[in-house]
């Protein structure tokens, strides 16, 4: 059965500090690969996904995520934090052709200190 | 811009009454998707549609039901509401294709029954 699992509950990280969120996931075959953000009080936007090729995926504001099949992962990253950030993230792992079978993680909510 | 609708932000019921949660998409998107969303659950997937008057259960599609009579309206309907469906209801819609996955996500209606 297709999972995936945000180990970290909540993270807190200094504005201009890196950033990395972990996603692993449990899946047959090659999966699709997404991660969304919530920010307070809205509905999800989708900040990236990999279907294939290159396993490095570029995503909207600043946000990079790399695909690692031998471990089964797909952390997301950004090289420097704003305080506009801090949100929840979710990652989700996507069917190949129907829409009722995408698994999103729990979550990780992101705090940016100043 | 794309915009998905969500008729109420904040909802409050009564035990025992049918529900009805709106959401309309301008996009003339195929998939439209109905989720919950819960503390440390992440978002589970109620029903999926994927045309006018077509449907499919998602995870936890019991005590829901879902009418799709045009293309860009999909409601949400809670039979008989109970405590246990208090909760953040999301919606979204995308076009079919490779991985269908929920684009874009309204802000959601937090929905409270008593």
């Given at each position: 059965a297709q999972s995936v699992t945000q180990p970290d509950i909540h993270i807190t990280v200094s504005e201009g500090a890196s950033l990395e969120l972990r996603?692993?996931?449990?899946?047959?075959?090659?999966?699709?690969?997404?991660?969304?953000?919530?920010?307070?009080?809205?509905?999800?936007q989708l900040l990236l996904k990999y279907f294939s090729g290159d396993t490095l995926v570029q995503g909207i504001k600043g946000f990079e995520a790399?695909?690692?099949?031998?471990?089964?992962?797909?952390?997301?990253?950004k090289p420097s934090v704003h305080w506009s950030d801090a949100a929840e993230y979710f990652c989700a792992v996507g069917p190949s052709n129907t829409g009722n079978q995408f698994y999103f993680g729990t979550g990780t909510s992101l705090t940016v200190i100043p | 811009d794309v915009k998905v609708t969500q008729s109420s932000r904040y909802l409050v019921k009564r035990t025992g009454e049918k529900v009805f949660l709106e959401c309309v998409q301008d996009m003339d998107h195929e998939n439209m998707f109905w989720y919950r969303q819960d503390p440390g659950l992440g978002l589970r997937l109620i029903y999926f549609s994927y045309d006018v008057k077509m449907k499919e259960k998602g995870d936890i599609p019991e005590g829901y039901s879902v009418s799709r009579e045009k293309k860009e309206r999909f409601s949400l309907i809670l039979e008989s509401a109970s405590t246990n469906q208090t909760s953040m209801y999301l919606c979204a819609s995308s076009f079919?294709?490779?991985?269908?996955?929920?684009?874009?996500?309204?802000?959601?209606?937090?929905?409270?029954?008593?």
């Open positions: 996603c692993n996931y449990s899946y047959g075959a090659t999966p699709y690969l997404f991660w969304y953000v919530q920010s307070p009080g809205q509905g999800l790399e695909f690692k099949r031998s471990q089964s992962s797909f952390n997301l990253r | 079919p294709g490779v991985g269908n996955q929920p684009q874009h996500f309204g802000d959601g209606t937090r929905l409270s029954i008593l």
